[in-house]
């Protein structure tokens, strides 16, 4: 049986349509596009755009339980009181910098998942992001689990499906038969090369020659075609979008979506492990949260002003959550179990999952998770991107929850 939203949140619509080339040496890449990969596409293939809190969110300070007297007891000093909270219900609301979830909130296009973790944490952020990035917590795997999930995409052969906007590739994009487009700066995406052979990058040898001639033309033409696209997505798009003042690379996604790129998987990060909110935490956590919100709810709109917002689902995740009591410095310690986010026209809103005990702690004075996090992957995968593909990408079978028509 799946997990039934928590409140009394109403639903109301929803259940809708349907359903790197990294800069580096050439010799290091593998080719990355079949002829005509890029072409432009009117197929209506559903998206899916992965956001990565790094750092570790605090997710009792994001979705905040107000209504619960404990979580008082444990931070009293940086508890976000009732009047501050932008109240969901009579027992969570949100905190005050996330103005734009709460306007995803009330326009129906925001679920709210607790309690998501895995059995035995860790609370190193190298290996914890490596379980959520693969899938595999307590073991790890060669490939990523968005690198998988492209791998068994129906009409994925031969086209690259994956782009990682960031300035080195994540793991959670590494895939068997696809090289994720990792690129940073559109208006700078290019092959790294010295000065001097500048010239022979910007052409293609056709020759005939040997199966080692062959690969390199395949990766020289393969890179000037994507670096080509990106580059001219990102010069033609116009927005009067408001992202807020850090947009989390979200502009880019949007301008690959309105070229009508064929790529269905994105992944962007709020990078330099911002979340790590170790001392201080209250106006900084508000600060960065406000960034993320007004981002993801920028993004969402611009979407609708291109006519894609139909296509497109948002996963919000962090590597793990917060200690529970506060800190002597009035900050948070790395923690467990964490709230995730799906967003988006896709979603079907409301709160899902069992909010962990704020009374019954573990392991330090930690959350005991309720909701295993892949079971929000196999949401995403089995109810958006590909059914009935779960059980292979995150090799085993998780109960999903009801977020997604």
């Given at each position: 049986m799946s997990l039934k939203p928590i409140t009394g949140k109403l639903i109301s619509r929803r259940r809708l349509l349907g359903g790197g080339l990294t800069t580096v040496?050439?010799?290091?890449?593998?080719?990355?596009?079949?002829?005509?990969?890029?072409?432009?596409?009117?197929?209506?293939?559903?998206?899916?755009?992965?956001?990565?809190?790094?750092?570790?969110?605090?997710?009792?300070?994001?979705?905040?339980?107000?209504?619960?007297d404990a979580y008082y007891r444990h931070r009293p000093n940086i508890g976000i009181k009732p009047a501050e909270v932008h109240k969901l219900d009579d027992h969570f609301g949100l905190n005050p910098g996330l103005l734009g979830f709460e306007r995803l909130w009330n326009t129906d296009d925001l679920a709210i998942i607790h309690g998501c973790g895995y059995e035995q944490p860790s609370y190193s952020h190298f290996t914890s992001m490596a379980y959520w990035h693969t899938a595999a917590p307590n073991r790890g795997d060669e490939f990523g689990w968005l690198g998988r999930l492209a791998d068994a995409l129906d009409g994925a052969e031969g086209t690259d499906v994956l782009i990682n906007i960031a300035s080195s590739q994540s793991l959670a994009v590494k895939s068997r038969l696809h090289t994720p487009v990792v690129f940073d700066n559109p208006d700078r995406f290019q092959r790294r090369t010295f000065d001097g052979q500048w010239p022979l990058m910007q052409r293609v040898d056709e020759a005939a020659g040997n199966p080692?001639?062959?690969?390199?033309?395949?990766?020289?033409?393969?890179?000037?075609?994507?670096?080509?696209?990106?580059?001219?997505?990102?010069?033609?798009?116009?927005?009067?979008?408001?992202?807020?003042?850090n947009g989390m690379d979200l502009p880019k996604v949007a301008a690959c979506i309105e070229a009508r790129l064929p790529t269905r998987i994105y992944h962007v990060s709020y990078r330099n492990n911002a979340f790590d909110t170790h001392v201080q935490q209250v106006n900084l956590h508000r600060r960065i949260l406000a960034y993320t919100a007004d981002a993801i709810n920028g993004f969402i709109r611009d979407l609708e002003r291109i006519g894609q917002a139909h296509r497109v689902l948002v996963l919000v995740y962090s590597e793990f959550g917060r200690r529970v009591p506060e800190n002597a410095n009035l900050g948070t310690d790395h923690g467990s179990a964490n709230v995730m986010f799906l967003a988006g026209k896709p979603v079907i809103p409301g709160h899902y999952g069992k909010p962990p005990s704020l009374t019954y702690l573990v392991d330090?004075?930690?959350?005991?998770?309720?909701?295993?996090?892949?079971?929000?992957?196999?949401?995403?995968?089995?109810?958006?991107?590909?059914?009935g593909a779960s059980s292979t990408v995150l090799k085993g079978n998780f109960q999903p929850i009801d977020a997604l028509g």
């Open positions: 040496s050439a010799l290091a890449a593998a080719p990355i596009f079949s002829s005509g990969a890029w072409a432009q596409t009117d197929q209506d293939q559903p998206i899916l755009v992965s956001v990565e809190l790094s750092g570790g969110n605090d997710g009792l300070n994001t979705v905040v339980p107000y209504g619960d080692s001639r062959a690969f390199l033309n395949d990766v020289a033409r393969s890179a000037l075609t994507a670096s080509a696209r990106i580059r001219d997505a990102w010069g033609s798009y116009r927005t009067p979008v408001d992202y807020g003042l330090g004075d930690n959350l005991k998770h309720t909701v295993d996090f892949r079971q929000v992957y196999t949401t995403v995968i089995d109810r958006w991107m590909q059914p």
